[in-house]
C-alpha cells in the first residue's frame, strides 16, 4: 500500500484545482476563470486500490493586498512543509518568465519529489510545446518528471496518477476510503455558492465575496439550506440581487444543482446578501467566512 501527500502550487489561474478535481473524480474544490478563486488549503483524496494520495490544493501565489490575501499565502506555506510530493503547475499557454523559474526553483531545494506540469496544452500547437518543453528542460536536472497535461482534454490525467503513485512511500491509508475532503460538507456547499457567484459576476465583485452558511437541516423530502453571502458595499449588493432577484435566483439555481449532487438529495437554497465593509481586512469576519487555522 502506498500513501501520501501531494501539493499542487503554482501561480493563479494555471488550472491546479481543475487538475484535483479531474484526478480526484469528485468536485473536491471550486474552479473559476478569475484569479485567486482558491482561498485556502483544500484536501481532495483518492482512493485506488493500493494507494491513497492526498492532494492539497492551495490558492495561487501572489503578493497580498489585504489580510485574507496574508492568510492564502500562508495557507500555501504550510501545505508545502512535510508533503511527499510537490507538483507545480505552468499554464502551457502563457511565456514562462525568468522570474517564474526562480521561485519555482526555490521549492526543489528540499529531498521531496517535485513534479512539474504543463497544464491546458490544448490551447498550444505540438510546436510551441516542443519549444517549451526544450526551454524549461536545462532547468529540470533535480525534477523527477515534467508531464504536459489538459483537463479540458483529459489528456495525460492518468499518466500523472500514476507517476504520482510511484513516487509516493509505502504506508498506510490517512483518511477512511469514503472520504474526499477533509473540509466539512459545510464549507463545500458554501464554496459552491461562491463559485457560481464568481461565475456569474463582473470582475469587480468577487474578490470581496464570502459565503456563510445559517442553516442546514434534513427536512422530510429535502435538505433546507441558508447561507448568506457578503460583500463589502451596498452598491455590490445590488448587483448581486439583480433586477427583480434576478442574478441572485441564478446564482441559487446553479449551485443547488451541484448541491444536490454533492450530498445526493433534494434542496432548497435560501440566499441572503448582507453587506461587511472590508471584511477581508477583519479577522473575526474571515473566521466567520469559513477560512480560519484551526
Ligand atoms: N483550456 C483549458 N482551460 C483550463 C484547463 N484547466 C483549467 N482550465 C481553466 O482555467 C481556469 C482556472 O482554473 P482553476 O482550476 O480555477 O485554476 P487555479 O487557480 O490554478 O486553481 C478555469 O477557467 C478552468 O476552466 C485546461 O486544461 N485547458
Ligand atoms: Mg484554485
Redesign the pocket.
Known amino acids: 500500500m502506498k500513501s501520501g501527500f501531494v501539493t499542487f502550487i503554482?501561480?493563479?489561474?494555471?488550472?491546479?484545482?481543475?487538475?484535483i478535481n479531474a484526478l480526484v473524480g469528485e468536485k473536491v474544490?471550486?474552479?473559476?476563470?478569475k484569479?485567486?478563486?482558491?482561498r485556502d488549503r483544500i484536501m481532495g483524496i483518492l482512493n485506488e486500490p493500493n494507494a491513497q494520495i492526498i492532494f492539497v490544493?492551495t490558492p495561487?501565489v501572489h503578493t497580498p493586498k489585504t489580510k485574507l490575501g496574508e492568510y492564502m499565502i500562508k495557507s500555501v506555506k504550510k501545505a508545502t512543509d512535510d508533503v511527499d510530493v510537490l507538483v507545480y503547475?505552468f499554464d502551457a499557454s502563457k511565456n514562462i518568465s525568468d522570474e517564474d523559474l526562480v521561485k519555482v526553483l526555490s521549492f526543489t531545494e528540499h529531498e521531496r519529489s517535485v513534479v512539474w506540469v504543463l497544464?491546458?496544452?490544448?490551447?498550444v500547437s505540438k510546436e510551441d510545446l516542443i519549444i517549451l518543453l526544450k526551454t524549461i528542460r536545462p532547468f529540470a536536472s533535480k525534477i523527477k518528471d515534467i508531464v504536459p497535461?489538459?483537463?479540458?482534454?483529459k489528456l495525460n490525467i492518468d499518466t500523472l496518477k500514476q507517476l504520482l503513485i510511484d513516487l509516493l512511500p509505502e504506508g498506510e491509508p490517512y483518511f477512511f476510503d469514503n472520504e474526499i475532503s477533509d473540509k466539512p460538507i459545510s464549507y463545500m456547499i458554501c464554496e459552491i455558492i461562491r463559485e457560481k457567484a464568481l461565475l456569474l459576476l463582473d470582475d469587480e465583485i468577487p474578490h470581496g465575496l464570502g459565503v456563510v452558511m445559517q442553516i442546514y437541516e434534513k427536512q422530510d423530502n429535502r435538505t433546507y439550506i441558508k447561507c448568506d453571502i457578503i460583500c463589502e458595499k451596498n452598491s455590490h449588493k445590488k448587483i448581486i440581487i439583480g433586477y427583480g432577484g434576478s442574478m441572485i435566483r441564478k446564482i441559487g439555481q446553479l449551485a443547488r444543482h451541484n448541491i444536490e449532487k454533492l450530498i445526493d438529495d433534494k434542496v432548497y437554497l435560501d440566499l441572503y446578501v448582507k453587506v461587511r465593509e472590508d471584511w477581508r481586512n477583519n479577522v473575526n469576519y474571515i473566521k466567520d467566512v469559513g477560512y480560519s487555522d484551526k
Not at 29 to 33: G, L, R
Not at 35 to 38: A, E, F, R, V, Y
Not at 149 to 153: A, Q
Open positions: 503554482g501561480r493563479p489561474n494555471v488550472g491546479k484545482s481543475s487538475l474544490s471550486i474552479v473559476s476563470p484569479p485567486q478563486t482558491t490544493d495561487g503547475v497544464n491546458k496544452i490544448d490551447l497535461c489538459s483537463c479540458k482534454r
